[in-house]
Each structure stands twice: as C-alpha cells, then as structure tokens.
C-alpha cells in the first residue's frame, strides 16, 4: 500500500460544480495546502482570487473549453491567456470531440499546439473523454497528443457518462509517447482506486474525494 502522502502529492484537488462558491473554493484551496496536493483545480472565474489566497503554495489548475469542448479554437486561445494572466499555472483543456470523429486530427492537433504556445512553461493537460470514443480514437488521441507537445493526457471531465477506468489508463500508457504524462479523472472513489491507477501509469488524479476520506479518517481519528 502506497503512503497517503504519496497519493495526494498526485491529486489534483478539484471543484468544479456550476454552483461552486468562493467559500467553497477557498476551502479546496486549504485542504490543497494542508495536504500538499498537486494541485487545486477550479473554475477559471475564480482562478484569479485563489492566485492571490493561495501565494504560490500550491499549483493553481483551471480549464478550458470546459465541459464540451466545441467552442472555437480562437475562443479557447483567449481563455488560456486570460487563465494565465489571472495567475493559473496549469491548464486542463477538452478537446474538439466532433472534429476528431470527423477524422479532422490536424485539427485536434493544431488546437493542442495553440493553446500550448500560450501556456509555455505552464502545464497544458488534454481532456479527451474517453467515455465517448472507441479506443481506435483513443489511440489516436495518444498520438495526437503527443505530437502536440502537450503535457499530460487526461481521460475525463467528470461531467459526461463515465469517468476514468483502469483499462483506459493500461491503453494510455501503451500508446503515449514518453514526454507525456497521464491524468485520471472523473469517479476516483477510494485510495484504493487511487493506488491502482497511480500502479497503471496516471501520473495526476483528478478528484475531490481523495482529500475527503483522508480528512474524515482524520476526524475520526
């Protein structure tokens, strides 16, 4: 069994309900510092408040073209820069799921290496939605991402019909090149489930239950 530490040293701590608010969020922001989380992961409208709570000790992490992923490339550009400038220093983007269907990969992959260029130094992670692709398209994704530059490949929103699976993981690491770095998300329920995936090959775990059940085990304690 991993320590705890070394699980949450890989969760991105995350809140990303439509009626999330700023006391809700600033709460994400504590248990990330007191639990040394990768990082918190917020809506963008409030990454700007959380930069300045937070005083860079801890990552903050937003997304983009959230949860659809259909708007322009162009509009997408424009949140990235201005999630940067508000002070995010990661960014978890979902892809053009219809143009990768449509077999548009160039597409999918000049979106990717746009929006990389704004973040530069920043993390840029790719949501794919693995619930809703065959794994002919999931491979694809591994090598489009790969070729984009980007940093990290990420199976989920949390806010489609499923979320992470193990599978989905094992087929990621067969296919990534190996500057890419995998983010499991979307119904991580347990550390058991969080062990597994981190064995797999995930780097990042996208979730907020993780912190929950190490802070209710505290509790109890």
Request: charged fraction near 30%; charge should be negative; aromatic fraction near 6%.
């Amino acid at each position: 069994m991993m320590e705890i530490n070394e699980i949450l040293a890989h969760v991105d701590h995350t809140l990303l309900s439509q009626t999330a608010t700023w006391d809700e969020i600033r709460q994400i922001c504590d248990d990330g510092m007191k639990y040394h989380t990768a990082s918190v992961c917020i809506p963008a409208s409030y990454v700007k408040q959380a930069a300045e709570y937070v005083k860079g000790r801890i990552s903050v992490c937003t997304v983009i073209g959230f949860p659809n992923g259909y708007s322009t490339t162009e509009t997408k550009v424009f949140e990235t820069k201005d999630a940067v400038a508000n002070g995010a220093d990661e960014i978890d983007m979902v892809i053009n799921i219809g143009w990768l269907k449509d077999g548009k990969d160039e597409l999918v992959k000049e979106e990717i290496r746009a929006l990389k260029k704004v973040c530069g130094e920043h993390v840029l992670k790719v949501i794919i939605e693995t619930c809703l692709l065959t794994d002919e398209e999931k491979i694809r994704m591994c090598r489009i991402v790969t070729e984009a530059g980007a940093d990290y490949i990420k199976t989920s929103t949390g806010f489609s019909q499923a979320g992470a699976t193990f599978g989905d993981i094992e087929l990621f690491a067969a296919h990534v090149g190996p500057d890419v770095k995998i983010k499991a998300a979307g119904g991580i329920a347990s550390l058991e489930d969080a062990e597994r995936f981190l064995e797999l090959g995930a780097d990042r775990l996208g979730t907020s239950r993780i912190v929950k059940i190490v802070s209710a085990g505290e509790t109890e304690r």
